[in-house]
T-cell receptor, first 116, second 116 residues
Framework: AQSVTQPDIHITVSEGASLELRCNYS??????LFWYVQSPGQGLQLLLK??????LVQGIKGFEAEFKRSQSSFNLRKPSVHWSDAAEYFC??????????????FGAGTRLAVHP | EAQVTQNPRYLITVTGKKLTVTCSQN?????MSWYRQDPGLGLRQIYY???????DKGDVPEGYKVSRKEKRNFPLILESPSPNQTSLYFC???????????????FGEGSRLTVL
């Protein structure tokens, strides 16, 4: 069965520091991978997605993620964190059914705190 | 403005009192889905619908019902709520979910339900 692991429940960084959030997935074929962000009291917003092609994908708000098949990872990075990046971040994998997929499987989330 | 609208946003109810959480999207999306979010578990799919009159169970469907009589609406029904259904619920929609070049889920802002 497909699964997603986000090893870090909480991460705290200083404003201006770099950030890397880890995501590992378990899936037998080429996965569809996503990162979503949830700000307090809000729904989830898509940051970026990987379907195929270039393994380094760029997203909104200055985020990027790199797909590494050998490590089954899809880590999210940002070179310089802003206070407004404080939120909860979810990694998700698309579970294919036939030619596509019918749901996303989410990790447990990583809560990011940003110190001034 | 493109959006997914859920109501109510907050609800406190008692065990056994039937309730409905409405979900409406204005993007003409065929795919809609309900998730629940619980601490440490991420988001888990309850039900989904690929199109009007087509619904199917997700990973945690027990205690819930859905219907899809119109493309824009996908209500979640709790016939006899129990305390273990206390959770944060999200409705999501997508255009042609399952096709390789799409698959972005648009989320509502969430409905926080407490069952006493």
């Amino acid at each position: 069965a497909q699964s997603v692991t986000q090893p870090d429940i909480h991460i705290t960084v200083s404003e201006g520091a770099s950030l890397e959030l880890r995501c590992n997935y378990s899936y037998g074929a080429t996965p569809y991978l996503f990162w979503y962000v949830q700000s307090p009291g809000q729904g989830l917003q898509l940051l970026l997605k990987y379907f195929s092609g270039d393994t380094l994908v760029q997203g909104i708000k200055g985020f990027e993620a790199e797909f590494k098949r050998s490590q089954s990872s899809f880590n999210l990075r940002k070179p310089s964190v802003h206070w407004s990046d404080a939120a909860e971040y979810f990694c998700a994998v698309g579970a294919p059914r036939g030619g596509g997929y019918n749901k996303l499987i989410f990790g447990a989330g990583t809560r990011l705190a940003v110190h001034p | 403005e493109a959006q997914v609208t859920q109501n109510p946003r907050y609800l406190i109810t008692v065990t056994g009192k039937k309730l409905t959480v409405t979900c409406s999207q204005n993007m003409n999306h065929e795919y809609m889905s309900w998730y629940r979010q619980d601490p440490g578990l991420g988001l888990r799919q309850i039900y989904y619908s690929m199109n009007v009159e087509v619904t199917d169970k997700g990973d945690v469907p027990e205690g819930y019902k859905v219907s899809r009589k119109e493309k824009r609406n996908f209500p979640l029904i709790l016939e006899s709520p129990s305390p273990n259904q206390t959770s944060l619920y999200f409705c999501a929609s997508s255009r042609e979910f399952g096709q390789e070049r799409t698959g972005e889920l648009f989320f509502g802002e969430g409905s926080r339900l407490t069952v006493l």
